[in-house]
């Protein structure tokens, strides 16, 4: 994306508070794709040295949530910042532009930090206790603040996101078919969660609806200062209690980790609500069930159009992953 010096200017401006007259600067894409850029932007202004994220989001529908293409504009255009405190934050924004209507632009803080595979247990605790936090004091405290915000995916999207995976038949006939080559175990593990799916939902209302990030997995998490910065919020919306911590544990993270995560994340982020919430009650936390909900048939689809051994191997390695958790104690308070 282009961009005149004197926006640029104008942003350092807000950014450092005080007129910046003159800034040089490099530029380096982060990411890229046909729905959106994000660039790395460093240099000095006036002989200070920045660092800066622009972000160019364009339009396109995501199944069952069209408007989340936008929904961080609407934040960011609101007083959504309200909701987050010292311990966990998102990314000061420094100007917003919509561009067309069907793009626009964000210029944003840049957070240095661990993020990604490289994020300890330690870190992964850390941000599921911070996540905890924030969705129990949102929910005990002032649960009626989010009403504001008009732009948020609805509860049911999880739900009509499982039964859409599951409506493909290339996925759900390939695991009862004779071709498939997965584990009879694993195959199993799956069929079991369609034939139990209306006794997991009927579980899963049973639990507070909060706000979810609903994209909380490694590559969005990272660990600065002590302190857990977390971004790409345009899937948040209203989910159950536990969604997030399923992309946490499962999401495309180091699988040796996975275990250990499912130990500490859960109870970590049951601590953190219950400083506001009472989850006592909970003694069921589905998180298990949510994770196949949520990436079983995902990872499926990954097994079958792997284009090496070594991936088909990686994706029957995170299934029995998958499936060694339910041996594992479900925590409760």
């Known amino acids: 994306m282009r961009f005149s ?3 640029l200017c104008d942003v350092l401006s807000k950014m450092l508070n005080k ?3 003159r800034a040089e600067y490099e530029k380096t894409k982060l990411q890229g794709g046909t729905v959106g850029n994000v660039w790395f932007i460093s240099g000095t202004a006036d002989g200070q ?3 800066l994220v622009l972000k160019v989001q364009k339009k396109w529908e995501r199944y069952g949530d069209p408007l989340s293409w936008r929904r961080e504009y609407d934040f960011y255009m609101s007083n959504f910042s309200a909701v987050f405190n010292d311990s966990l934050k998102w990314p000061n924004c420094y100007r917003v532009e919509m561009l067309d209507e069907n793009k626009y632009a964000l210029w944003l803080e840049y957070i240095d930090g661990v993020s990604g595979i490289d994020l300890t247990n330690d870190m992964m605790e850390q941000a ?3 996540l905890g936090r924030l969705q129990g004091r949102l929910y005990a405290l002032n649960p009626e603040k989010l009403r504001e915000f008009s732009n948020l995916s609805e509860k049911s999207f999880m739900k009509n996101y499982y039964l859409h995976y599951r409506s493909w038949h290339v996925v759900y006939d390939y695991i009862r078919s004779e071709k498939c080559e997965l584990p009879l175990h694993l ?6 969660i369609d034939e139990n799916e ?9 639990l507070p609806v909060v706000l979810c990030h609903r994209d909380f997995w490694v590559t969005n998490i990272i660990y600065s200062d002590g302190k857990i910065g977390l971004i790409d919020w345009d899937t948040a919306g209203w989910g159950y209690f536990g969604e997030d911590m399923s992309s ?14 499912y130990r500490r994340c859960i109870p970590a982020y049951y601590k953190g609500f219950s400083e506001y919430a009472d989850v006592s009650y909970i003694t069921d936390n589905c998180v298990y069930e949510l994770i196949l909900l949520m990436f079983g048939y995902r990872m499926i689809e990954s097994f079958i159009f792997a284009e090496t051994i070594e991936a088909k191997v990686l994706m029957v390695d995170t299934l029995q992953k998958v499936y060694e958790l339910s041996a594992l104690p479900k925590f409760s308070l």
């Open 5 to 7: 010096k004197k926006t």
């Open 19 to 21: 007129p910046i007259k």
């Open 49 to 51: 040295p920045f660092k």
């Open 128 to 130: 599921a206790l911070e």
């Open 187 to 192: 195959r199993q593990m799956m069929i079991d």
């Open 198 to 206: 209306a006794d997991i939902f009927n579980r899963l209302e049973k």
């Open 248 to 261: 946490l544990i499962a999401d495309e993270n180091d699988i040796n980790k996975m275990h250990e995560n």
